[in-house]
């Protein structure tokens, strides 16, 4: 396990720390492209799938999720 997944708590989950691939549900449906996942606050930020820009084109377009989280590793 990484030390940013050791930081963080097991509560919290990114694309880059370090622990595995995982599927993560929001009220019991499933979300892709999920980028941070917090199971304590019932939150999830994801891409769009496809991807969109901001019209500036700096960034990916993020949407934020609230509900019961739930992980599963994979």
């Known amino acids: 396990m990484s030390p940013i997944g050791l930081r963080h708590g097991n509560h919290i989950h990114t694309a880059g720390d370090g622990r ?17 996942a917090d199971t304590r606050k019932g939150i999830v930020r994801h ?6 820009l901001h019209k500036h084109g700096k960034r990916v377009i993020e949407r934020t999720k609230r509900g019961k989280v739930e992980v599963e590793f994979i």
């Open 47 to 52: 891409h769009d799938k496809p991807s969109r």
């Open 20 to 36: 595995g691939l995982r599927r993560v549900k929001v009220d019991g449906r499933e979300v892709d492209r999920v980028i941070y």
